[in-house]
């Protein structure tokens, strides 16, 4: 699997823009979930999101993804203007995202093997079996689950569907990672271990990925910026020791 990363990583010079949003807005009816969200994230870096529940984290994921359609603004991904996409052209970006839900949005009636086939079924009559099966056997190196692949993954423990439903997303190799919520549920061990994967990740793919998490060992781990919501406003953002010694008595109060 990986080495430990408890130091993280040394400082990365700036890449490309890979994520841009100017003043993001989304309600739902009379809720404002997102008010004005500006933001850059650069190439190759690790964002983590921290806010109460309710106050639109999820939903600035999911408008990324395009699970959501913001109601106005402006988002750009890997240089494009969303809103001047046509659907073809959308799922083209869709296919560099990948996405990491709290459930891990496995299937149980499939192995291992066949969860991790799954993405690449438009491609599976026409890829060599020598290629999937390479494919295959990198995804599950990458998480650890070398042993696991003729398993279903009712047979795995939380932190092992975990790390499957990563395997999963990381088979098709995108640009940008969405976790949400990645530690939800696991014991302070296995979520070391789900935030070290997340390093490693970054650090193999040179991957841009944005962590929504309510767990501060985790955001203290993997993130080379914060970002703090509240009310749907990004209200503060830095490095995790600027925020945890910030003047604001509210932001920090998340690192206490």
């Not at 850059?40 to 106050?55: C, D, F, M, P, Y």
């Not at 991957?207 to 998490?213: D, E, G, H, L, R």
């Amino acid at each position: 699997m990986i080495n430990d990363v408890e130091n993280k990583k040394d400082n990365m010079q700036q890449g490309p823009v890979v994520v841009e949003m100017e003043h993001l807005k989304k309600s739902f009816g009379h809720n404002h979930v997102l008010q004005d969200i500006n933001l850059v994230i650069n190439k190759g870096e690790n964002l983590a999101i921290l806010g109460q529940s309710g106050t639109g984290k999820s939903v600035l994921i999911k408008c990324i993804v395009g699970l959501e359609d913001p109601d106005d603004g402006k988002l750009v991904i890997l240089g494009r203007d969303i809103s001047e996409l046509k659907d073809k052209e959308l799922t083209e970006i869709r296919k560099k995202i990948g996405f990491l839900f709290q459930s891990g949005a496995l299937y149980d009636s499939m192995t291992v093997r066949e969860n991790l086939e799954f993405p690449l079924r438009r491609q599976l009559h026409s890829m060599p079996k020598e290629k999937l099966n390479s494919l295959v056997k990198e995804a599950l190196e990458n998480v650890g689950l070398d042993d696991t692949i003729n398993l279903s993954p009712s047979e795995l423990s939380g932190g092992m569907r975990k790390r499957l439903g990563l395997a999963r997303t990381l088979i098709l190799k995108p640009e940008i990672m969405l976790y949400d919520e990645p530690t939800t549920g696991l014991d302070p061990i296995t979520s070391k271990e789900i935030s070290n994967l997340i390093l490693e990740v970054q650090k193999k793919y040179n991957t841009t990925s944005i962590i929504i998490t309510h767990d501060i060992e985790c955001a203290r781990l993997t993130a080379d910026r914060i970002l703090v919501i509240k009310d749907g406003i990004c209200i503060a953002e830095g490095s995790f020791d600027d925020l945890e010694n910030s003047t604001d008595a509210w932001v920090r109060s998340f690192f206490e």
